[in-house]
């Protein structure tokens, strides 16, 4: 029976690895020679050409990253890695809830470590080459330091808290654990920009002026609750622009990079957050919050139905089960369902970028929004051909010429 589970574990993590590797090789051929004529009022020759080369550079180092990763956690499995680490670790305590925190703390450690180089080839070498990146070295490892430190403490109160449901409610613990991490998602929803983001990032009020009232204005048009209107220095680290809601409920605060701010004319950014302000009157966020807790409580459900199975624990190499084995082994047997899960909400998601970009255009204007995205996606040198298996297993949201296609067909309705 371990050797099955053993065969199956490698069979997934084989059958994952291609099916990745051939979406990417697809979606690196959706790139055509000449600017197709769909794109020719976007792109140059030239910023073609480099968006090209640039898809080619990141998708070789994403290629090797993904290959050595594949190439570790085979070797792992199959050589007894895990057995190795969980041996390391109770040589020094027989308590769970330390060998469970040794165990992953190693495995996520050495994870990052051995991941590492490869990390500052891509930001100082490829990002730096077309121009996005704007990080130091000092910035780099600290951040790095910094993500340690958070993981460490988040993730491990949150797994201690995991264990001790396990050890004193077993057959209920999946409910328990399923009530913890749904707080925990609130939590993080609605104090994220207010307690994370100023760990890495400077944030300041967006100043009086002509900016701060267009959004001001647009908020009490369509009786948005607009809080705050934040302004994060992105280009600490990068060229490259975003924007994003955050809070629940009665209170929301708007992020803006300083360099979408930058690039952006007034309308475009009104535009933007027009999309964004869709999404809250149409609930998307309140769905998604929904939808991924119904999918979190089957999760821990099946996990609960497999967790003290001790075949999970033998396949890995130990002899003795052990409950952090068990979440190994269930992560990787359960993933083929979290992958359909996972198409289920990108769809579902699509749905809703179009359906917040229907509310801006008919709210405030289809024109400056479409003029918006396609000013992110040239300037980040984005793929906007993108072959649709690698759309329908990847994207979050439509292909651009897709939104404006039908942006146009509501601004034809009207």
Known sequence: MASTILYIIIGVLTV???????????????????VPESLQDLYTEEKYQKARQYAQETGKLSWISSSISFVVTI???????????????????????WQALGFFGVILLASDLLGTPLSLYGTFVIEEKYGFNKM????????????????????????????????????LFWLYAWGMF????????????????????KLVPLEKGALREAIEAYADSVKFPLKNIMVVDGSKRST???????????????????????????????????????????KHTLQNIV????????????????????????????????????????????????????????????????EADAYATTTFSGKHLIEALKKLSVDHLSNLTPHPAYVFFNYSHPTLIQRSEAVDKIKKRE
């Open 75 to 97: 070797s792992m499995f199959l050589l007894g890695g895990f057995a190795w680490v969980d041996g390391l670790v109770s040589g020094f305590t027989s308590n769970p809830y």
């Open 16 to 34: 994952e690895f291609l099916v990745e590797r051939i979406l990417e090789y697809l979606n690196d051929k959706s790139w055509s020679e000449k």
């Open 182 to 201: 749904m707080i925990f998602t609130l939590l993080i929803t609605m104090f994220y920009t207010n307690l994370i983001v100023p760990l890495f990032n």
């Open 136 to 171: 130091s070295i000092k910035t780099f490892f600290i951040d790095k330091v910094k993500g340690w430190i958070l993981g460490a403490i988040v993730g491990g109160l949150l797994l201690c808290a995991f264990i001790w449901f396990y050890e004193s409610f077993r057959e």
């Open 291 to 354: 939808l991924s807790s119904v999918i979190m409580l089957a999760t821990l459900y099946v996990l609960h139905l497999f967790i003290d199975t001790p075949e999970f624990s033998y396949a890995l190499g130990v002899g003795t089960p052990k409950l952090h084995l068990s979440l190994i082994a269930f992560s990787i047997l359960y993933s083929p369902l979290s992958t359909i899960t996972g198409l289920f909400m990108n769809k579902l998601s699509r749905k809703n970028e179009y």
């Open 240 to 282: 490259k622009a975003n924007a994003y809601f955050s809070g629940l409920g009665s209170a929301k605060n708007i992020v803006l990079y300083d360099t979408l701010i930058e690039k952006h004319t007034n309308e475009e950014l009104v535009a933007v957050l027009a999309h964004e302000v869709g999404h809250y009157k149409k």
